[in-house]
């Protein structure tokens, strides 16, 4: 059974930084493509971050390049997204996600998510 178990949400001023965890069970990390994306109250989830098998510089969405950044520990079967400069609407549930191919849009597995709020 595929689990994908994120963690490291909370509270933080906005300025701030946080660093969220997503480890894998049934899976191994390292083979699949694992994407963050999030979810506002009253949106639609969006595509924040992503990182193939083979590693590399990863792909952002335009509201986060330059402040979050996606990495693999494949030791551990584990995605992390490092988030700073933080803004009060960068506020949602944080979710992990795992899918064979790259995709930006609907991934085969997710995890359950993490709050993440930023206050202003």
């Known amino acids: 059974q595929v689990q994908l178990q994120e963690s490291g949400g909370g509270l933080v001023q906005a300025g701030g930084s946080l660093r969220l965890s997503c480890v894998g069970s049934?899976?191994?990390?390292?083979?699949?493509?694992m994407g963050w994306f999030r979810q506002a109250p009253g949106k639609e989830r969006e595509f924040v971050a992503g990182?193939?098998?083979?590693?590399?510089?990863?792909l952002y969405s335009d509201s986060v390049k330059g402040r979050f950044t996606i990495s693999r520990l494949n030791a551990r079967n584990t995605v992390a997204l490092q988030m700073s400069s933080l803004k009060p609407e960068d506020t949602a549930v944080y979710y992990c996600?795992?899918?064979?191919?790259?995709?930006?849009?609907?991934?085969?597995?997710w995890g359950q998510g993490t709050q993440v709020t930023v206050s202003s």
């Open positions: 990182i193939s098998w083979s590693g590399g510089s990863g």
């Open positions: 049934g899976l191994t990390v390292s083979t699949y493509f």
């Open positions: 996600a795992a899918n064979r191919f790259p995709s930006t849009r609907d991934h085969a597995y």
